[in-house]
């Protein structure tokens, strides 16, 4: 069980990286911090001339605090960079994707196979009207096609926006009309634990109830049967069969959007972050490089989904624009039993492995017996992304999946900071279990107080970015006014509020604690608690709702909702069952509550306010503390009463 967060500051162990390690380390000189902050505009333009571009930048940064422009005037395109640079190399037939489906099929694509295939999509797009700006939704599951589409997208300059797969109709809905996007793209239905998800079908409902979407190419994953609308729905292989191989490359700005990521902040309404192409793919070009330690012969896999930004940077753009082998997964780690990644490791030599601290506490539950099945002996270097990891499962997969001999990089960032900016760097850092260590080079961190002081060694505030870096997004879709006031109000414009708390030691190492919001990590997905209120108030019995996010041994954190219902409704177990399903109809199954607790009245402060904190110590089966401030102080016993009868 994850230790409480204030002991984590108590621990000593260290880990050195391994000599062997450090022998063939692509980073290995400590100076490379220094330098790089003395001249972090050099530091990021030499990563830039490693890529590809049309025309080089004429200056690498115009800071107008909160708005940033990276390689102002430099003309490029992605595809170029993940994929036609590589083909006048040894690369052209190096494998640049391996795929596995969950029942077990495969397919390899050679950064050859994968240049025609991009091609010949940017040509089907072309042929649809899509041009430079439009923007293109992309639900599909870990299928080619996923990286394929995005990077035909980025061919012809069309901003992608990926919306995960397990995304419910309705909220795949609001993201295709927040966009404006008039082309889908899906799939028949993929499978997951053997089952068959009917992808189509939930594209059918968001499409119609859009509005807004006039083409949807569908690729044939599963081979169900799926109804084609005529005049509207395409199919993918149809259109790819007379389309041409080479599909000339838009040259696109460095400043030109990329692609949009939606993600949940502190309102029921997800914002679409944007990317742009010259900055963010530097960015992630840079730390793929340094923080994963790539080498030419590297098996590289990130286990996470496309749909989400860990996907897009360190699945997509990352590993390829370094010509490096990427594997994806489309399936469940347990299926058809618990040891499918370890044997898939073994398959494919991986060396890198790359997931969230969520996985590492199920594997944990498993057992080692799972890991025990397979060689994992190819592995050298592990990662962990997406939420505080606790020490005791660091140690472990330390122990049990790097068999004692891999440097672990915990990597900490965002969706709006689009690459790593707090980690390791494996030729280099002593790691300290549950500690990101230290910013990457050029990145500037501190722990700030409310008042934008540094907080003293081993004290802690609020994690804060001091200077601009390149991948930092550039605003939110259609709300510049949200960008300024959510990321840079905190302190001043020119300091990045990333709504984390932290602490930092003696020796300037970061300890993340986890969002000072409300928006909650579950098993390392973002949700807002909003986001989820709202979904209940729309359930016709419910008259008022809060969600907290509780501890969860395993998933880090789990929603836990506190409804009251309208007069002449009662609570029972069925309508709790129906209060989590239209949760997760509403949004997806990743947000269903844990628990839903019927309560007469919530616990308000003498202002209205919901007092969460409370909630929170309700759930998660604390001391109550100090009630006197309530408006309704006897609610307070009432709902701990309530909550410990029902658990
Ligand atoms: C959390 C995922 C602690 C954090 C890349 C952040 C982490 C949020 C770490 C962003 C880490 C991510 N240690 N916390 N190594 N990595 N987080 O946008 O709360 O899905 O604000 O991006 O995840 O989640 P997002």
């Known amino acids: 069980m994850a230790k409480p967060i204030e002991a984590l500051l108590d621990e000593r162990r260290r880990y050195r990286p391994p000599e062997e390690f450090v022998a063939r380390a692509n980073v290995r000189d400590p100076d490379v911090y220094r330098q790089a902050d003395e001249d972090f505009e050099g530091f990021w333009s030499r990563f830039a001339g490693e890529l590809d571009w049309f025309r080089k930048w004429d200056r690498v940064l115009e800071w107008n605090p909160p708005d940033a422009r990276w390689f102002i005037g430099g003309k490029l395109n992605a595809s170029v960079n993940c994929v036609d640079r590589h083909l006048a190399t040894p690369r052209k037939n190096k494998a640049a994707i391996i795929w596995e ?371 930092m997004l550039r605003t939110i879709w259609g709300d510049h006014d949200r960008y300024v006031a959510q990321y840079w109000s905190r302190w001043n414009r020119e300091t990045y509020y990333p709504g984390d708390g932290a602490k930092w030691d003696e020796d300037g190492y970061f300890w993340v604690l986890g969002r000072v919001d409300d928006v909650m990590n579950v098993a390392g997905h973002r949700l807002s608690t909003m986001e989820i209120e709202s979904a209940l108030v729309e359930h016709p019995a419910v008259a008022e709702a809060a969600v907290i996010g509780a501890l969860h041994p395993i998933k880090g954190q789990v929603p836990v909702a506190f409804v009251i219902l309208k007069s002449g409704h009662a609570g029972s177990p069925a309508l709790e069952q129906e209060l989590k399903q239209k949760v997760a109809e509403v949004i997806s199954p990743i947000a269903r509550p844990d628990r839903v607790v019927f309560t007469p009245d919530l616990p308000k402060t003498r202002s209205g306010k919901i007092m969460r904190r409370l909630l929170r110590d309700i759930a998660e089966g604390k001391e109550l503390g100090d009630v006197t401030t309530l408006r309704n102080p006897e609610v307070a016993e009432e709902l701990r009463m309530a909550f410990t009868s029902h658990a």
């Open 101 to 471: 489906g969950e029942p077990g099929d495969t397919r390899v694509l050679t950064y050859q196979e994968l240049s025609r295939e991009v091609n010949r999509f940017a040509n089907v797009l072309r042929s649809l009207g899509v041009k430079k700006g439009d923007r293109v939704t992309i639900y599909l599951p870990m299928i080619p096609e996923l990286p394929i589409s995005m990077l035909a997208c980025a061919r012809i300059g069309a901003p992608h926006s990926v919306v995960f797969g397990g995304f419910s109709p309705t909220a795949l809905a609001s993201r295709i009309e927040d966009s404006g996007s008039r082309i889908l793209i899906t799939c028949d239905g993929y499978y997951r634990r053997g089952e068959l998800i009917p992808q189509k079908a939930r594209a059918d409902e968001a499409a119609q109830k859009s509005g807004g979407i006039e083409k949807v190419i569908v690729v044939r994953r599963a081979g169900n049967d799926v109804p084609m609308q005529p005049g509207r729905d395409l199919w993918w292989h149809e259109l790819m069969e007379g389309a041409r191989g080479v599909a000339a490359p838009e040259e696109m700005d460095a400043e030109d959007m990329l692609f949009m990521m939606y993600t949940s902040g502190t309102t029921g309404k997800p914002k679409g972050v944007v990317h742009t192409t010259g900055g963010y793919l530097v960015g992630v070009y840079a730390t793929t490089k340094w923080v994963f330690d790539l080498h030419e012969e590297d098996t590289y896999w990130c286990s996470a989904d496309i749909g989400w930004i860990t996907g897009h940077s360190y699945i997509v753009y990352g590993p390829l624009s370094n010509g490096a082998t990427t594997v994806m997964y489309e399936g469940s780690p347990d299926w058809p039993d618990k040891d499918r990644l370890w044997q898939m490791v073994e398959r494919y030599r991986v060396n890198i492995f790359y997931t969230a601290p969520t996985a590492i506490r199920q594997f944990m539950q498993w057992g080692e017996q799972y890991p025990a099945r397979h060689d994992l002996s190819s592995l050298r270097l592990l990662g962990s992304v997406g939420e505080p990891i606790n020490p005791e499962a660091w140690v472990w997969y330390h122990r049990v999946i790097g068999g004692g001999r891999c440097p672990i990089v915990d990597t900490w960032w965002q969706t709006e900071t689009g690459m790593i900016m707090i980690t390791p760097l494996p030729g280099i850092t002593e790691t300290k279990p549950g500690s990101a260590t230290r910013p990457f080079p050029g990145v500037r961190a501190a722990v700030l107080d409310e008042n934008g002081q540094p907080v003293p060694p081993g004290g802690g505030g609020y994690l804060a970015l001091l200077r601009p870096w390149p991948a």
